[in-house]
């Protein structure tokens, strides 16, 4: 089990690059699922590594994404967000409405969003 603070951690480097993804993203992706009547967005584990900071604790995003779901996953369905590998690849799957609503958001907003939600929660 991750510790409450490693997992804050964890959570501040996902926040963090799931941020800046969307401000170089989020655009463009509402534009093409307004146009296919998307609900849902999937993006690639390997698309927000490239906003990764490692500065922030973890050399790969991948390693904060695994610390954050070994604590539990019902934050992510509170969410209603979903991880899936596909053809050997692990997808983060959003509702339009988080990017819509988080286009510019800070990596505070985000992260203080994911709180929220329950994640880093001690499991009962």
Same mark, same amino acid.
């Given at each position: 089990?991750?510790?409450? *603070?490693?997992?804050?951690?964890?959570?501040?480097? +996902? %926040?963090?690059?799931?941020?800046? @993804? #969307?401000?170089?993203?989020?655009?463009?992706?509402?534009?093409?699922?307004?146009l296919? *009547?998307?609900?849902?967005?999937?993006?690639? !584990?390997?698309?927000?590594?490239? +906003?990764? /900071? =490692?500065? &922030?604790? @973890? =050399? !790969? !995003?991948? $390693?904060?994404?695994?610390?954050?779901?070994?604590? *539990?996953?019902?934050? &992510?369905?509170? &969410?209603?967000?979903?991880?899936?590998?596909? $053809?050997?690849?692990?997808? &983060?799957?959003? =509702?339009?409405?988080?990017?819509?609503? +988080? !286009?510019? %958001?800070s $990596? /505070?907003?985000i992260?203080? @969003? #994911?709180?929220?939600? *329950?994640?880093c929660?001690?499991?009962?």
């Open positions: 089990m991750v510790a409450m *603070g490693e997992c804050i951690s964890a959570l501040r480097t +996902f %926040a963090n690059a799931l941020a800046a @993804y #969307l401000r170089v993203n989020a655009r463009r992706t509402l534009a093409i699922s307004s296919t *009547g998307q609900r849902d967005v999937k993006i690639a !584990l390997r698309a927000l590594a490239r +906003f990764h /900071d =490692p500065s &922030l604790g @973890y =050399p !790969l !995003l991948s $390693e904060a994404l695994t610390a954050l779901i070994s604590r *539990g996953t019902s934050w &992510l369905d509170n &969410l209603g967000w979903k991880v899936i590998l596909r $053809e050997n690849e692990v997808h &983060l799957v959003l =509702p339009l409405s988080f990017i819509e609503k +988080f !286009l510019n %958001a $990596e /505070d907003e992260l203080n @969003y #994911l709180l929220r939600s *329950g994640a929660r001690e499991s009962k």
